[in-house]
């Protein structure tokens, strides 16, 4: 961004904040940075991101706009929180201000260096020789000294660094799981959809799977034995998950799954034998020991369409689901049945 001189820079922040307001973007430091980027065409792999998500959702969500900024424009470790981004803060100042004792220390070596060459041109005498060549010893050993302090505080800061991208790590991980059943939560199965929404033609397909008479269930047992069963169900669903596929607990006895690169047939075939397999379970709550009813699911299918957006995706599979649910619960629907 700095590379360009006032002029284009200028001609640049013009083009940017139109578009901007066009696209109701928020004028924020990170939207600012991110479409200028974006008008500079500097970063052909951030827009083709942008504009595949455009397509997609007419626009970009705030958390979209603010992980491409993220991904594109900082490296992973300025991704903060507040206490982290203390510090980062007091981690950038203090290097700020080693980096310039070190820009002084070797524009003074500089200075002595040029100070001896011109000496030398004048210098005939052993004594004169020797105590130039002492002055050069200590103005390199003062150099060297503080390039290795430097590189001291590089070597710590790149430590701290590493332990707190580690750090924000586990706090992403743990703001998108579901304490019940350790699987994402909705903001973590929003995210992987947002994700993988502009890189998909017609191949992600979506399941809502939702628990049949969870709340009889609860009235009949206990609400503990529909803890249990939400907890049974997320990992019976989670040993059947083939590759690239992800999964996530949206609320109640509700889950949400994403498959990549499956058209409708095959996510029909998979969602089918997932039904198939929970109706056949035979579930017994262990505080009690007792059997439990018979447990189906409905399950509702949808495949990306052309550029439809997160959000029609989600309304197809929910209505799908609704549909099941109509015909008699235990069932699977998709647009090819309704």
């Given at each position: 961004m700095f590379q360009h001189i006032t002029k284009q820079a200028n001609a640049l922040m013009n083009a940017a904040i139109p578009l901007m307001a066009k696209l109701d973007v928020p004028p924020t430091p990170s939207d600012y940075g991110l479409w200028y980027e974006y008008v500079s065409n500097t970063n052909p792999k951030l827009n083709k991101v942008v504009d595949r998500a455009l397509r997609r959702f007419g626009s970009l969500p705030d958390f979209v706009s603010k992980e491409l900024f993220n991904e594109f424009l900082l490296p992973d470790e300025f991704q903060q929180t507040p206490r982290q981004s203390k510090t980062l803060n007091s981690l950038t100042e203090s290097l700020t201000s080693e980096s310039g004792q070190l820009s002084e220390d070797i524009a003074a070596f500089s200075h002595q260096l040029t100070t001896a060459k011109k000496a030398l041109k004048f210098t005939k005498e052993a004594d004169q020789l020797e105590k130039l060549a002492e002055f050069l010893e200590h103005s390199t050993?003062?150099?060297?000294?503080a390039i290795q302090q430097f590189d001291q505080s590089l070597t710590k800061a790149q430590k701290e660094l590493t332990a707190l991208k580690a750090e924000l790590a586990d706090l992403?991980?743990?703001?998108?799981?579901?304490?019940?059943?350790l699987l994402n939560n909705e903001k973590g199965f929003e995210r992987a959809l947002y994700s993988r929404i502009p890189y998909a033609e017609d191949d992600l397909s979506l399941l809502l799977i939702n628990i049949d008479g969870l709340g009889n269930i609860n009235q009949e047992y206990d609400f503990k034995a529909g803890t249990s069963l939400i907890r049974y169900m997320a990992k019976l669903l989670s040993n059947q998950l083939p590759e690239q596929a992800s999964i996530a607990r949206l609320e109640g006895g509700s889950f949400a799954i994403l498959l990549c690169e499956t058209e409708l047939s095959d996510a029909t075939k998979f969602a089918e034998s997932l039904r198939l397999d929970i109706s056949n379970q035979k579930i017994r709550y262990k505080n009690t020991k007792v059997l439990l009813r018979q447990v189906t699911a409905s399950i509702g299918v949808a495949t990306l369409l052309g550029d439809e957006g997160p959000e029609a995706l989600i309304e197809r599979a929910r209505h799908y689901l609704m549909y099941a649910k109509r015909s008699g619960k235990n069932q699977?629907?998709?647009?090819?049945q309704i």
């Amino acid at each position: 961004m700095f590379q360009h001189i006032t002029k284009q820079a200028n001609a640049l922040m013009n083009a940017a904040i139109p578009l901007m307001a066009k696209l109701d973007v928020p004028p924020t430091p990170s939207d600012y940075g991110l479409w200028y980027e974006y008008v500079s065409n500097t970063n052909p792999k951030l827009n083709k991101v942008v504009d595949r998500a455009l397509r997609r959702f007419g626009s970009l969500p705030d958390f979209v706009s603010k992980e491409l900024f993220n991904e594109f424009l900082l490296p992973d470790e300025f991704q903060q929180t507040p206490r982290q981004s203390k510090t980062l803060n007091s981690l950038t100042e203090s290097l700020t201000s080693e980096s310039g004792q070190l820009s002084e220390d070797i524009a003074a070596f500089s200075h002595q260096l040029t100070t001896a060459k011109k000496a030398l041109k004048f210098t005939k005498e052993a004594d004169q020789l020797e105590k130039l060549a002492e002055f050069l010893e200590h103005s390199t050993i003062n150099a060297s000294h503080a390039i290795q302090q430097f590189d001291q505080s590089l070597t710590k800061a790149q430590k701290e660094l590493t332990a707190l991208k580690a750090e924000l790590a586990d706090l992403r991980k743990s703001s998108e799981r579901d304490p019940l059943t350790l699987l994402n939560n909705e903001k973590g199965f929003e995210r992987a959809l947002y994700s993988r929404i502009p890189y998909a033609e017609d191949d992600l397909s979506l399941l809502l799977i939702n628990i049949d008479g969870l709340g009889n269930i609860n009235q009949e047992y206990d609400f503990k034995a529909g803890t249990s069963l939400i907890r049974y169900m997320a990992k019976l669903l989670s040993n059947q998950l083939p590759e690239q596929a992800s999964i996530a607990r949206l609320e109640g006895g509700s889950f949400a799954i994403l498959l990549c690169e499956t058209e409708l047939s095959d996510a029909t075939k998979f969602a089918e034998s997932l039904r198939l397999d929970i109706s056949n379970q035979k579930i017994r709550y262990k505080n009690t020991k007792v059997l439990l009813r018979q447990v189906t699911a409905s399950i509702g299918v949808a495949t990306l369409l052309g550029d439809e957006g997160p959000e029609a995706l989600i309304e197809r599979a929910r209505h799908y689901l609704m549909y099941a649910k109509r015909s008699g619960k235990n069932q699977v629907a998709h647009h090819e049945q309704i």
